[in-house]
């Protein structure tokens, strides 16, 4: 996982690094386009046909996913990949802290103590290369922001789909399918899509 992750994330920066590409927010749509076929694939190969929670549940993280997608992938048009690492290596604090409010789990404090400490682990990490490489752009840090409260909100709807029954395939499979549907129309209605198509 770590080993594809960081191909990933390499990859990402040289597209976004591209002379004259800037549809950022379409790489958001091939990440959820490869999600949504990969478990369609999966749910044939399991046998797996019903859907145990209701599509408003899927809404719900559809909405959480395009946000934190598509604020992630614009803030690199303003901001460099090592700012963008610092700010979403924080996302840990926020997950736990709406586990605590949304979903009344119980975090003992040294949980939080070691959240914080992995936090700064990843920040001073990624330090390195952000003292090297600065690129501090306002509108870039608001949205990788508004990404990473997003992001937070996500694993932890997801608890609640699960309470239906759903197996992870299928949390996955519909959460990216109605994301896929919303992102083509409104990609293609804001001619993002047709650019970045012709762009490669």
């Known amino acids: 996982i770590i080993f594809f992750f960081s191909c990933h994330n390499y990859m990402q920066e040289l597209i976004m690094n591209l ?8 790489l958001g749509y091939l990440e959820v386009l490869g999600v949504a ?3 369609g694939v999966e749910r044939r190969l399991m046998n797996e046909t019903t859907r145990r929670a ?3 549940s899927y809404l719900m993280l559809c909405l959480f996913l395009v946000i934190s997608s598509a604020t992630s992938n614009i803030a690199l048009a303003y901001i460099n990949y090592p700012t963008k690492v610092v700010f ?16 009344k789990k119980k975090v003992r404090g040294f949980e939080f103590m070691f959240g914080i ?3 700064l682990g990843m920040v001073f990490f990624a330090a390195a290369d952000f003292q090297v490489y600065p690129d501090f752009n306002i509108l870039g840090v608001g949205l990788v922001s508004v990404s990473v409260i ?4 996500l694993p932890n709807y997801q608890e609640r789909v699960f309470d239906h029954g759903s197996s992870r395939i299928e949390v996955t499979y519909f959460t990216n399918i109605l994301c896929l ?4 129309v409104f990609f293609t209605l804001t001619g993002d899509l047709g650019t970045a198509l012709t762009y490669a």
């Open 54 to 56: 209701p599509w408003t």
């Open 117 to 119: 400490l992995i936090s």
């Open 181 to 184: 549907g919303f992102m083509t």
């Open 150 to 153: 997003a992001d937070a909100f």
């Open 19 to 26: 002379p004259g590409f800037k549809q950022g927010i379409v």
């Open 88 to 103: 979403r290596s924080c996302k840990l604090i926020p997950t736990m802290v709406i586990a605590v409010t949304m979903n």
């Open 37 to 39: 076929v990969c478990s």
